[in-house]
């Protein structure tokens, strides 16, 4: 099935001048030890992070540039003693914040009451398996998996609307069906479920090959289709196309609907989608570890519209491979994340697809050669 319509080119595109959402990392401390993390994470804060004064000045270019939503990750941001007057600063100018934490101790009822009364849009924690032994050796502290639970049912007591992400591997594709059974109980809005880029701690993990990742699409299509809550995927926006071929509704493909926003079409790396890092430098994706610039001394807004990556990353029919050439290129666009880990080049194709595009002309496989 060929998506119906077209997107413009990324000059003129809804994502040319802003990202739908943008990723800080206020600080990569963090007090877990999980087997597939970006960022390295250690237990001290770094003194070159963003201070205060700086985060808010980044908060405000967020919302001047006209991006709708900021999540804040980590590491762990529950490290950072200015976290609460950070979300609300930031739903105070008008945007909408979310909260990625650890499943930690620091996370209590009484930080929960703040967040919530500064404004606190969305709560996302992890959760990587049903059962506990294997959950917490994922995150590398006991404890870790009755505490994502605590914590999840705290925030929906308190109002508070919460997402589960869950990182998906060889280790842990079998326990999906069990956490889904818990997310039902949970109630939450949104599963956000993350197929791992050999990248960071990551590296050294058993990543799904191209036929394991389309079965788990399919079976998240299923799971979609029950609408008990929202399903996304990270690093796999081939999932989109999934749904397409299931005949779900184009607006149930292309936006990001989670209760907390609505993207005009998929976001991808560098296409709808930014992150700045503790120290300020900005990346198309928290998973593709290409810095373009540093907030300090150019401002975000330049960086996004104008590097040649994030303006590439815009472009797709100047992918390279199969995905320069797939019918589905401007609704999913591959992960571009995967592919530089893979293979060194952002533009290259996805090697976690196994769909065969319907015209394949043998000069834009060159890339791929």
């Not at 198309?284 to 303006?311: K, N, Q, T």
Request: include cysteine; hydrophobic fraction near 40%; aromatic fraction near 6%.
């Amino acid at each position: 099935m060929e998506p119906t319509t077209h997107e413009p080119s990324s000059r003129s595109g809804p994502f040319a001048t802003a990202p739908f959402l943008v990723f800080w990392e206020l600080t990569r401390a963090c007090d877990l030890a999980c087997r597939h993390c970006r960022a390295c994470a250690i237990p001290d804060r770094d003194p070159r992070e963003l201070s205060t004064d700086e985060g808010k000045a980044l908060l405000r270019s967020i919302r001047d540039m006209g991006t709708p939503l900021v999540v804040l990750t980590g590491g762990d941001p529950a490290k950072r003693e200015d976290l609460v007057e950070l979300v609300r600063y930031g739903t105070d100018i008008g945007l909408r914040v979310a909260l990625t934490p650890s499943a930690t101790p620091l996370i209590t009822r009484e930080l929960l009451v703040e967040l919530r009364d500064a404004g606190l849009a969305r709560l996302a924690v992890s959760l990587d398996a049903a059962s506990r032994g294997m959950h917490d050796g994922f995150r590398g502290v006991d404890g870790s998996h009755a505490r994502t639970f605590e914590i999840l049912r705290a925030a929906r007591a308190l109002g508070i609307t919460t997402q589960v992400n869950t990182s998906v591997t060889r280790f842990n594709k079998h326990e999906l069906p069990h956490i889904v059974a818990h997310l039902v109980e949970l109630g939450i809005e949104l599963w956000s479920v993350f197929f791992v880029v050999p990248t960071g701690r990551g590296s050294d993990l058993a990543c799904l090959d191209r036929d394991e990742v389309e079965l788990l699409l399919e079976w998240l299509a299923t799971v979609a289709q029950r609408r008990v809550f929202d399903v996304k995927t990270t690093a796999a926006p081939h999932f989109r196309r999934v749904l397409l071929q299931r005949k779900f509704k184009r607006d149930d493909v292309v936006g990001l609907r989670d209760g907390i926003g609505r993207a005009v079409r998929g976001v991808n790396d560098g296409q709808g989608v930014a992150f700045v890092s503790h120290v300020g430098e900005v990346y198309p994706s928290g998973f593709l570890p290409i810095a373009c610039g540093d907030v300090r001394s150019e401002g975000l807004a330049a960086i996004y519209r104008d590097h040649p990556l994030f303006r590439a990353l815009r472009e797709p029919d100047g992918l390279g491979g199969k995905c320069g050439v797939c019918e589905f290129r401007k609704v999913c666009g591959g992960s571009r994340a995967r592919a530089y880990a893979v293979t060194g080049d952002a533009l290259a194709e996805d090697p976690a697809c196994s769909y065969q595009p319907r015209l394949l002309d043998p000069a834009r496989l060159v890339r791929a050669s």
